[in-house]
């Protein structure tokens, strides 16, 4: 079978989505499929919708038995969808309408995705929240959920280092995630402010926003915990994995998750995760077990979670060995992928025709 993979940019990028549309991407091929991937250009969103009008991007989508879009490019491929031939299939890492935008803005991205979601014949989630989310949305398609893994890293820490871990000084905390607004590391420093106690923050992950990386690198210093914030950018998964190895707890209160591998990852490593509790990191995270859920930005329990780590180490202990226990018990990336690419191969041979009805 020939499938399109259709995302934004290049399918190497570090992120959670595009790690997950990699391995998507992989499992299709072991499984003896050719995979073609058609990499449109990011764009603004408005010039996104000149280009789901635009003729070149849908002879691109031509050529393949099977299309499977990352939802991300909905806007690029609103307009293609019904002109498309073959079963389209969206993978839905989290919605654009389930993050905050202002109010003029808001009605449009809701209209617009809506019709995207209504012209896909089926999907794959990320998470049982971004599904129900897309239903309530667009209404029912036939789907699936293959959730993200954690188990790109291969971490040699058993219980006794992990315990032995918990009694170090300072606390180190570690953000993992691009520094743009809806990872919420604005919210992290303000809470981290609030805390007294002996910490240290790591900020691993790319510029992608540069206006919002200055400006969180400003608020460091105008709360005047700048000499205990460390700026990392992106780093190797190897280095990645030491930095996770040596930290005692994962925050990355977003604002929104559509799943939250990166919680995952860090629990392989024994960290305890502050999530956010808006989004499918919910279905990972066990509130006051192996992580705490923090209302979306809510710094005040950012730092009444960081506390109760810093100030109760036994607690520490105890909650670092339940996040190993529970990335341990989660799927690994071979048995969720095969999830998805038997959905993929079932959804090929159904005839398009209730997707035309549809939309139209």
Not at 48 to 65: I, T
Not at 143 to 150: C, L, N, Q, T
Not at 305 to 312: H, K, M, N, P, Y
Request: aromatic residues 6%; proline residues 5%.
């Amino acid at each position: 079978m020939r499938v399109g993979l259709v995302a934004y940019g290049d399918l190497e990028t570090t992120t959670g989505g595009f790690l997950y549309d990699r391995r998507l991407a992989g499992a299709l091929r072991e499984a003896g499929h050719r995979v073609g991937v058609v990499s449109l250009p990011w764009r603004d969103y408005p010039r996104a919708l000149a280009d789901s009008l635009d003729p070149r991007v849908r002879r691109r989508l031509r050529g393949f038995d099977l299309l499977v879009e990352d939802e991300l490019c909905h806007p690029s491929l609103v307009g293609h969808n019904r002109a498309v031939e073959v079963p389209v299939v969206a993978v839905v890492h989290h919605l654009r309408v389930s993050e905050r935008w202002p109010a003029w803005q808001e009605p449009v991205y809701r209209a617009v995705e809506r019709r995207y979601l209504r012209s896909v014949d089926a999907a794959i989630y990320a998470s049982e929240a971004t599904r129900r989310a897309a239903e309530r949305l667009a209404g029912p398609r036939r789907s699936v959920v293959a959730r993200p893994a954690g188990d790109r890293f291969d971490p040699e820490l058993g219980p006794t280092e992990i315990a032995a871990r918990a009694e170090r000084d300072p606390l180190e905390v570690v953000f993992v995630g691009n520094l743009v607004p809806r990872k919420g590391l604005h919210v992290l420093l303000d809470g981290l402010a609030r805390v007294a106690g002996d910490w240290r923050l790591s900020v691993v992950g790319s510029a992608t926003d540069e206006e919002y990386a200055r400006s969180v690198r400003r608020r460091a210093v105008d709360l005047e915990i700048a000499d205990r914030v460390q700026f990392e950018g992106r780093l190797s998964d190897a280095a990645l994995a030491d930095r996770l190895a040596g930290s005692h707890l994962l925050a990355v209160p977003s604002l929104f998750e559509g799943y939250g591998i990166v919680y995952l990852e860090g629990m392989g490593f024994g960290l305890p995760a502050v999530a956010t509790s808006a989004g499918g990191a919910t279905e990972l995270v066990t509130h006051g077990e192996d992580g705490f859920l923090v209302p979306s930005g809510d710094d005040a329990a950012v730092a009444e979670a960081v506390e109760t780590l810093l100030s109760d180490r036994e607690r520490l202990r105890e909650m670092s060995l339940a996040a190993r226990r529970r990335f341990e018990r989660h799927p690994g990336w071979d048995e969720s992928m095969a999830t998805a690419r038997r959905f993929l191969e079932a959804v090929a041979e159904a005839p398009t025709a209730p997707r035309r009805e549809a939309v139209t």
